[in-house]
């Protein structure tokens, strides 16, 4: 069992940045992948980034690209989500999850663990 902690969510004003922790329990947290989806109200959980398990090969949704960086530290069993010039519609409840495949956007595919979700909320 893996247990995932986001933080380092709050209030930022478009155009602003934010980065996003996600620490995790247990021994084996360089055995998967890591991820991050979002939720805004009304909408369903959607696929934000992806990392391997080694860090090197990163993946993005397209609304993201450019902007986001997914990283991973598995010393300190953390990934981290940096956002930069942040926009409205980035509003949204972010998890982190964790899962095993192939890829990393394979095991996105079908999470294994998630986290409880830190808010983020962008004003205009």
């Known amino acids: 069992q893996v247990q995932l902690v986001e933080s380092g969510g709050g209030l930022v004003q478009a155009g602003g940045s934010l980065k996003l922790s996600c620490a995790a329990s247990?021994?084996?947290?360089?055995?998967?992948?890591m991820g991050w989806f979002r939720q805004a109200p009304g909408k369903e959980r959607e696929f934000v980034a992806a990392i391997n398990r080694s860090g090197g090969s990163t993946y993005y949704a397209d609304s993201v690209k450019g902007r986001f960086t997914i990283s991973r530290d598995n010393a300190k069993n953390t990934v981290y989500l940096q956002m930069n010039s942040l926009k409205p519609e980035d509003t949204a409840v972010y998890y982190c999850?964790?899962?095993?495949?192939?890829?990393?956007?394979?095991?996105?595919?079908?999470?294994?663990?998630w986290g409880q979700g830190t808010q983020v909320t962008v004003s205009s």
């Open positions: 247990g021994r084996t947290f360089s055995s998967y992948a």
């Open positions: 999850a964790a899962g095993r495949g192939i890829t990393a956007t394979q095991a996105m595919g079908a999470p294994m663990y």
